[in-house]
């Protein structure tokens, strides 16, 4: 079970909005630890999507966006394309006894 | 252009160990964090650890560091993982990704090494 809890999937038509939560604590999210969100294309590593909660890598389009509150962050994906079919984790650090580097479970975005 | 190459897909017995390298090409070695993420079939993502070449200093999540070692030789520009006492468990897609600042971004990503260990 994932420190940082995410929907196990959402879907959308193709120019819809969706968003993908990821819910964690006050030794994680709650604590300003910096919230990473990757995405992975089947059968690919993960690709770094959002940085530093709401910052875009260069070469990700500004459909993607990322934000924070209290001990949650969000991914929101506009416009949404057939190519955005894939799998998106968040990325957090946790700063209790166990101090690690944690994952949300996943979440499979379809695009109907 | 930073490209991170790791070794080829493994078999291993239980009990056995594994050595996974990944090599930095095209980018600073000695100032660079290099981590390990793991990838069960079907699963998510697990941080394993990480080594931070230039102070010496490598990281285990509590899961693991009782079974796994993370060494670097600069020479090669290389990072190597190695994981004891495999278990059938153990099999997954095992991933290396820099770190470039010490604060556990992790971009870009190797190709990912596939282990198995048939129980």
């Known amino acids: 079970q994932s420190v940082l809890t995410q929907p196990p999937s959402v879907s959308g038509a193709p120019g819809q909005r969706v968003t993908i939560s990821c819910t964690g604590s006050?030794?994680?999210?709650?604590?300003?630890?910096?919230i990473y969100w990757y995405q992975q294309l089947p059968g690919t590593p993960p690709n770094l999507l959002i940085f530093?909660?709401?910052n875009r890598p260069s070469g990700v389009p500004d459909r993607f966006s990322g934000s924070r509150s209290g001990t949650s962050a969000s991914l929101a994906i506009t416009g949404l394309r057939a190519e955005d079919e894939a799998d998106y984790y968040c990325?957090?650090?946790?700063?209790?006894?166990?101090?690690?580097?944690?994952f949300g479970g996943g979440t499979k975005l379809t695009v109907l | 252009q930073l490209q991170l190459v790791q070794s080829g897909a493994e078999v291993k017995k239980p009990g056995s160990s594994v050595k996974v390298s990944c090599r930095n090409f095209?980018?600073?070695?000695?100032?660079?964090?290099i981590n390990w993420v793991r990838q069960a079939p079907g699963q998510g993502l697990e941080w394993m650890g990480g080594i931070f070449p230039v102070f010496e200093e490598t990281h285990y999540d509590r899961k693991f560091q009782d079974r796994l070692t993370i060494t670097a030789d600069e020479l090669t520009s290389t990072v190597y993982m190695e994981l004891h006492s495999l278990r059938s468990e153990d099999t997954a897609i095992y991933y290396c990704a820099r770190d470039m600042n010490g604060d556990y971004l992790f971009d870009p990503w190797g190709q990912g090494t596939l282990v198995s260990v048939p129980s």
């Open positions: 530093d909660d709401d």
């Open positions: 990325q957090s650090y946790d700063s209790s006894l166990r101090a690690s580097v944690i």
């Open positions: 006050s030794s994680n999210i709650g604590t300003h630890s910096k």
């Open positions: 095209g980018g600073h070695f000695r100032n660079t964090a």
